[in-house]
């Protein structure tokens, strides 16, 4: 289960909103798609879940092609657009009731779905209320469970977290979190924090161009040209110990136990874990630290970093 873009280009008129993109979404990981306003994202979304058709290239979902078969592909993609649209004078358990429908589910499948989704959303408490007496929060939660009704292999997700507050945003996290270990999950927004927090793939677009297909850490690395690392330990240690490492740029004594390395060589996390080894230091944590999303992003989608990293 995955979800393959494959040299996809959109125009309206004179206007190239997509421009030749490629990238894999893989099953199990969650995909960041990010762009600025304009860049293309909304499209790409659209044609992958076959609501417009493009001017050339193809998505295959399942390896199923959106151009050529998008009812099929419709079946297997779950969308929770921007602007969620919902029924509002329906009651919450009617109106999955009534997607279930659509779906062409049986009586049977739909009761056990829906209660399924009411307790993987947090609906139960209110699934006898009417959708215009819910908060914000609850109309995304009915939203993504209406996007899930289908048991999709695919669940496009576009801003799912915009306008909710701290408390809303981590539960709708922890279930996309929960949902993203047995489908392929693309999660578009603004919100570098969700991003960071949830995303194992970043796929970056600019006017239209693909500028990104890459893990963090490694964006991190290529944005500074420069390898970066946080050791912490269980007792106050020497940082003396390290300041003959190679292509050392930094060593920053955050305390006594922590330490914060930067560098120029490749192998900078072999040769702090040679020196922990040879003085038996009592090493809790070592991990990659580097730009923030929201630099790289920057340098990547502005006139200054459309060379990109």
Do not use: W
Not at 117 to 127: N, P, Q, Y
Not at 190 to 203: G, P, R, S, T, Y
Request: hydrophobic letters at 40%; a neutral charge.
């Amino acid at each position: 289960m995955s979800l393959e873009v494959i040299n996809l280009v959109k125009r309206y008129d004179t206007q190239q909103a997509v421009d030749q993109i490629s990238f894999v979404a893989p099953t199990g990981k969650i995909t960041g798609f990010l762009g600025p306003n304009g860049a293309g994202k909304s499209t790409t979304l659209k044609i992958a879940t076959g609501f417009i058709r493009p001017t050339s290239g193809d998505i295959l979902v399942n390896d199923i092609s959106v151009t050529h078969n998008p009812m099929s592909v419709k079946k297997i993609v779950g969308y929770l657009p921007e602007h969620n649209p919902l029924y509002l004078e329906m009651y919450v358990r009617e109106y999955l009731d009534f997607i279930g429908k659509a779906y062409g589910m049986d009586r049977k499948s739909r009761y056990q779905r829906i209660h399924e989704l009411l307790d993987l959303c947090g609906l139960t408490i209110e699934k006898h209320k009417k959708l215009k007496m819910l908060s914000k929060g609850y109309r995304q939660r009915v939203g993504l469970a209406k996007a899930l009704m289908s048991d999709p292999s695919v669940l496009i997700l576009d801003e799912p977290t915009t306008g909710l507050d701290p408390n809303q945003i981590i539960e709708i996290r922890n279930v996309i979190k929960t949902i993203s270990y047995e489908k392929t999950v693309i999660l578009s927004t603004h919100i570098m924090q969700e991003v960071e927090a949830l995303c194992d793939k970043l796929v970056i677009i600019h006017r239209g161009k693909l500028v990104a297909d890459d893990s963090l850490a490694h964006l991190q690395r290529k944005s500074s040209n420069q390898l970066g690392l946080s050791v912490q330990f269980d007792a106050p240690i020497d940082p003396d110990l390290f300041r003959s490492l190679k292509g050392i740029i930094s060593l920053e004594v955050k305390s006594d136990h922590q330490l914060i390395i930067t560098s120029k060589s490749e192998r900078l996390r072999q040769e702090v874990l040679a020196v922990i080894t040879e003085h038996n230091l009592p090493l809790i944590t070592i991990k990659n630290v580097g730009g923030s999303l929201e630099e790289i992003f920057q340098k990547l989608t502005t006139e200054e970093g459309e060379a990109g990293l």
